[in-house]
């Protein structure tokens, strides 16, 4: 339906009806304007001859009051079935006699009054008025009698024209591209033998012999093109918005399928996997040149299946739904290769990959080291038997214990790894760290290890066998690409080998300085579980100063008071701390150090307008009791919520910025001001800052300790300073340690100041002391 009303000769119709209605209606409407105007025009002048009549006619009867006559003179005027009533008045507006038909009401009414006068002399007698009332209904009617005559006649002269111009049309121009359409239809079909006919000689028949002439070309590529598909003897199908369009003879006898079947079949009910291997075809011919070689499973008509080497591309490199497959069956040749590789590179009795594939993927992996950068464990592991040693155990008992002992070790493994069988009882495990730091790399390798000890607890129970059997786990993790395979193996088996003379069921790191680092890790974990509970953490402040050497504020710093090593900086903590999920405990625990700080100070008259920030984690910030929690904290501590300030970092915004927005309004909400630290150096969106309800940026130091030499982060400072006060934003600098850096904030707009310049971070005492003598830095 949508077709036919979107088709040329529906437009070419309404266009011909419109260009035909529009001078008929054109001409209806003046006729009738121009003969309504006519109406009035004769119903006036019938009026005024009916009042002179009248008016003569009626003097001397009036004057003698001779009824008799007066209704003669308004019989006759009523003879005239236009007038509707007449009536005549005394000179005091008084119905003297009066006749009407109030059947003749309809139409427009028209009444007109006369006075009656008669003259003697020089003097004039009022004797009273004529009152004539006159329907134009008669005249209305043969008007609306006309308006139908004119209607039909200029109806069917516009019906007339419509249907000859119509016919013109339809013959010259609808019917000769009607058949071209057919035409084309049939050549999208790939049917070529009709001949195009079209005999008239003006622009389409032009048209439509080019079109002819189009078809005798197609025909006779497709010709040789169906000769060339029909002898090559690999499958090609041609595959037009998902399913298959055509298929050669090779490609029949592939899939087991007649063409009546494969063509018009869905492409992804060839694979065997339709899902997985459709998505690869839709990725793979994105590629620029195709792809070439890939081994996929077809499945046969017959329900079984066959793998296939795969070649697809575009047909014209524009629409990637339409595609061109080419399928090479490779059953035969994958079935050689698999035998050739599992009695090259596969270890018979256990079935994993041997010392030859193990390391050939080590240099793999090697090689990809470096262009990807990442870090690499290996893994010697040894299993050891006793009774292995001198021989007691039967052939085929030490195979299947070998066996089970590949299955345990093979169940630790995930697909991307490597679990080989070197020779005898060892074995190695290969896997890439990607994306990973050392510290993270240690961690992995270590719970990897646990899991491969743990698998191997109740082996000697399950063998029965009075000989203790144990696992020896020696760990080498590579940094660098430039080892060679057999170091890195030599240097695993070496830690091995620590790991055995430590006591068996043990692994240990070959490189010391790691050995070392994981049990410094270990330590600090600790360590840091048992300062929360003890409350080691202490708070320093370091003070917030404005141009003028007002010490306005302060931001509360995080340390740690070691019982053994003295006090930490965040830096040597903070990470492994936020791994292990402790950081909202320790910002709870440094809030309530502030506020107990806040109250001393105020109870003293040192902090009445002191705002203090501090800094909320990642992890503290995301926890759905954050805001209720802080708050409670600050109405325990009777501390005014306007005092306290929260500073929040750039790498908060990046993820759910909903609910980063929604919980800076909740804190907004009970007054408490929000600064965004290290401003410049993080992913915010300037699109979102505007929606972030804060009110101070803070400019990060390595911006600071830069302006003064580089131009460009100069720019930058002050491009952050103008859009701050474009914000309406209070700004404050971060690490200004020399006057030089103040002064050149000052002068570019910034007056408020944090660094070394004015102090370092300090206990709260000795900032209390600080805050004791106010002239300090003025």
Not at 267 to 294: K, L, M
Not at 370 to 375: E, K, P
Not at 572 to 587: D, K, N, R, Y
Request: hydrophobic share 45%.
């Amino acid at each position: 339906m949508k077709t036919k009303f979107n088709s040329l000769g529906v437009y070419i119709a309404i266009a011909l009806l419109a260009a035909l209605s529009l001078p008929v209606v054109l001409a209806l409407t003046v006729l009738n304007g121009t003969r309504a105007k006519q109406i009035d025009a004769e119903m006036q002048v019938l009026v005024d001859e009916k009042l002179k009549t009248m008016q003569h006619s009626l003097i001397l009867p009036v004057w003698s009051l001779d009824r008799s006559d007066m209704m003669a003179i308004l019989n006759g005027a009523m003879l005239d079935k236009q007038v509707v009533s007449v009536e005549i008045f005394d000179p005091d507006e008084k119905s003297i006699i009066e006749l009407d038909d109030p059947q003749r009401g309809a139409g427009k009414l028209i009444a007109r009054s006369v006075p009656l006068v008669l003259q003697r002399g020089q003097q004039d007698f009022s004797l009273g008025s004529l009152r004539v009332v006159v329907s134009d209904d008669q005249l209305q009617r043969k008007l609306a009698a006309d308006k139908r005559f004119y209607s039909l006649v200029l109806l069917v002269q516009a019906v007339v024209s419509l249907l000859i111009i119509g016919l013109l049309v339809y013959r010259r121009i609808l019917a000769p591209i009607g058949k071209l359409t057919e035409a084309t239809e049939r050549i999208q079909r790939g049917s070529f033998d009709t001949r195009i006919a079209v005999p008239q000689q003006d622009e389409i028949g032009l048209l439509a012999r080019h079109m002819q002439a189009m078809q005798g070309s197609l025909k006779a590529l497709f010709d040789e093109q169906a000769a060339i598909l029909g002898n090559i003897p690999a499958g090609v199908l041609f595959v037009r918005d998902g399913r298959i369009a055509f298929g050669n003879g090779a490609a029949e006898a592939l899939l087991g399928r007649h063409d009546s079947s494969l063509v018009g079949l869905p492409c992804d009910q060839v694979f065997v996997e339709p899902a997985q291997q459709a998505t690869y075809v839709n990725q793979a011919v994105t590629r620029a040149s195709g792809v070439a070689g890939e081994i996929v499973l077809l499945r046969h008509g017959d329900g079984s299946s066959f793998p296939a080497e795969l070649h697809t591309t575009l047909i014209d490199g524009t629409r990637q739904s339409d595609q061109i497959w080419v399928i090479i069956d490779v059953s035969q040749r994958l079935e050689n290769e698999a035998r050739i590789d599992r009695l090259a590179f596969y270890d018979p009795v256990t079935e994993l990959p041997n010392k030859k594939l193990c390391m050939d993927r080590l240099r793999r992996g090697l090689a990809r080291m470096a262009s990807s950068g990442n870090i690499a464990a290996v893994m010697c592991i040894e299993v050891h038997r006793s009774d292995f040693a001198y021989g007691a155990v039967k052939a085929d008992e030490a195979e299947r214990f070998l066996i089970d002992c590949a299955r345990r070790l093979g169940s630790c493994v995930t697909p991307d790894q490597t679990l080989a069988h070197l020779e005898g009882e060892k074995f190695a495990l290969l896997t890439e760290l990607k994306g990973q730091q050392i510290g993270d790399g240690i961690k992995l390798c270590e719970a990897l290890a646990h899991k491969l000890l743990a698998t191997f607890e109740d082996l000697q129970a399950s063998w029965a066998t009075a000989s203790p059997c144990s696992l020896s786990v020696g760990i080498n993790i590579v940094r660098h690409h430039d080892h060679a395979a057999e170091e890195v193996i030599l240097q695993a088996e070496l830690a091995m080998v620590q790991a055995r003379i430590a006591g068996r069921g043990v692994f240990r790191f070959f490189d010391p300085a790691m050995q070392a680092l994981a049990n410094q890790r270990s330590t600090l974990e600790n360590e840091l579980r048992q300062a929360v509970q003890q409350r080691q953490f202490v708070v320093h402040y370091q003070p917030q100063v404005s141009y003028e050497g007002d010490v306005l504020g302060a931001e509360a710093l995080l340390r740690w008071q070691h019982p053994q090593r003295g006090l930490l900086m965040p830096g040597h903590f903070i990470a492994v701390t936020e791994e292990l999920g402790l950081m909202e405990e320790i910002g709870h625990q440094l809030l309530q150090q502030v506020c107990v700080d806040m109250q001393a100070w105020q109870a003293e008259g040192l902090a009445r307008d002191l705002v203090v920030a501090v800094n909320v984690s990642v992890q503290e910030f995301q926890s759905p009791r954050f805001v209720q929690r802080f708050c409670q904290t600050l109405r325990d501590s009777h501390v005014k919520t306007d005092s306290i300030k929260v500073e929040l970092t750039e790498s908060m915004m990046v993820d759910h910025i909903d609910e980063v927005i929604d919980r800076m309004h909740a804190l907004k909400a009970q007054a408490v001001s929000i600064s965004l630290d290290d401003f410049g150096t993080g992913y915010s969106s300037l699109s979102y800052l505007g929606r972030f309800p804060i009110d101070q940026l803070k400019i990060d130091q390595s911006f600071v300790r830069r302006m003064h030499s580089d131009a460009a982060t100069a720019s930058i400072v002050r491009s952050i300073i103008m859009l701050g006060q474009s914000l309406e934003l209070s700004i404050i600098a971060e690490g200004g340690e020399t006057r030089e850096q103040r002064d050149l904030l000052y002068a570019q707009g910034c007056s408020l100041y944090q660094g070394y310049w004015y102090a370092k971070p300090m206990p709260g005492e000795q900032f209390a002391e600080l805050l004791r003598t106010p002239q300090r830095y003025r």
